[in-house]
């Protein structure tokens, strides 16, 4: 295994979890790169379903969890997270040059996005003009300090003194800019603040751990590292669709940014594609599906947000994205999941081409506003029907037109299929050596 990556091809909820667990077991340690509790991962364990939104999913394995410096943290998020693990602490290790979510960037995010929920007429609610659709979570604000070198670190929160100064230079900033900017009463005072994240601190201190020392060392001894990328890749802030994005990367090279490793030492990369595609928040979705057709595809693929319990938008596969994300992303092998959603769905369409001014193209648009103006060139199948229930093993015990489903994806995106997922069961797994 080696430095193994799991990267959305998409928009995120590509089923990233189930692939994610199933590589765990045979991992030493899993690390996610970026992101934070803005990510959504339910684990059933002992029959009990669980929601991991920042740590690893190695801990519920008891394998070795790191978050790298690339990760944004909300404490309290994860002070809950730890204890409903159950009594036993993770063996967990948090990067001390991660930046942590203040309760400024929670309110910061929540107003910005407020303010953009108006129409061109300035009234509230009244269309998605400027509006991200955003998890709400002080993700975008948390990342904007970090590069504006205005933010809290978590080598900050376990020393109070520094953390003092940290919240003495910064809050007053934050609160007018709530007062004044966005008309909002801040909801935090300095000494609360400290209080709070003081002891925030002191519960976590014991997690503290150079995360990029750790991984480098264990990968020159050959061991396995699992690194869980969370989002998708057309959610990534620079080659997604900006500014309908997240503010991290969850790209390939992200987890050597994000961890502090050099990018080669990454040698497996493996793309999780959901079988159709989806989206939450706002931006363009060439291949999306309206009405009866997407309320059905919705409701039989559970298409509701883990975070946020968002319906989720839907829509056909898409190789223009796919072909795009392979050569963002090197992908050296894909993960199809959900294929048992279009189950019945016929015929099938999946977008190969988008034309403009009369001209074809194979790739994503660098431009949202290109995407907007696209037409889309769809090819056609047949559909398939799998027996519910049914344990597929191969790819040749699948019904034809299933099989030429995935050749045609296989062969438009240039990157083998090595896993198939035809149900949220683990044994629901066909593994395509
Ligand atoms: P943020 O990451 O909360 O700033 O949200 C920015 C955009 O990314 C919004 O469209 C969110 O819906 C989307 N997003 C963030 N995290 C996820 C995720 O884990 N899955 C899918 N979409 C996400």
Known sequence: MAGTLVIGAQWGDEGKGKITDFLAKDADIVVRFQGGNNAGHTVVVNGKKMKLHQLPSGVIYGKKAMMGAGMVIDPKVLVDEIASLGKKNPDLVIDPRMHVIMPWHKELDTAEEEEGDTDSNGNEGGGSDGKIGTTKRGIGPCYADRAARSGVRFEDLINDKRLQ?????????????????????????????????????????????DVSLEVSEALDAGKNVLFEGAQGTFLDIDFGTYPYVTSSHPISGGAAVGVGIPAAKLNR?????????????????????????????????????????????????????????????????????????????????????????????????????????????????????????????????????????????????????????????????????
């Open 165 to 209: 100064a940290r919240i003495e230079e910064i809050l007053p900033i934050k609160a007018k800019t709530l007062e004044h900017v966005y008309n909002k009463k801040p909801g935090f005072t300095s000494g609360a603040v400290f209080e709070e994240y003081c002891l925030l601190g002191k519960k976590l201190l014991e997690y503290v751990g």
């Open 269 to 433: 990369v493996i793309a999780i594609v959901k079988a159709y595609t989806t989206r939450v928040g706002n931006g363009p979705f060439p291949a999306e599906l309206e009405g009866k057709q997407a309320e059905e595809l919705r409701e039989k693929g559970g298409e509701f947000g883990t975070t946020t319990g968002r319906p989720r938008r839907v829509g056909w596969l898409d190789l223009c994205m796919l072909r795009t994300s392979h050569r963002i992303n090197g992908f050296t092998e894909l993960a199809i999941t959900k294929l048992d959603v279009l189950s019945g769905i016929k015929p099938l369409k999946v977008a190969v081409e988008y034309e403009m001014s009369g001209k074809r193209f194979r790739y994503f648009p660098y431009s949202s506003r290109s995407v907007e103006k696209s037409k889309i060139i769809y090819a056609e199948f047949a559909g398939f029907d799998l027996e519910k229930g049914k344990k597929y093993e191969k790819v040749s015990d699948l019904p034809k037109g299933a099989q030429e489903y995935l050749e045609f994806i296989e062969h438009e995106v240039g990157v083998p299929i090595k896993i198939i997922s035809t149900g949220a069961e683990r044994g629901e797994t066909i593994i395509n050596n």
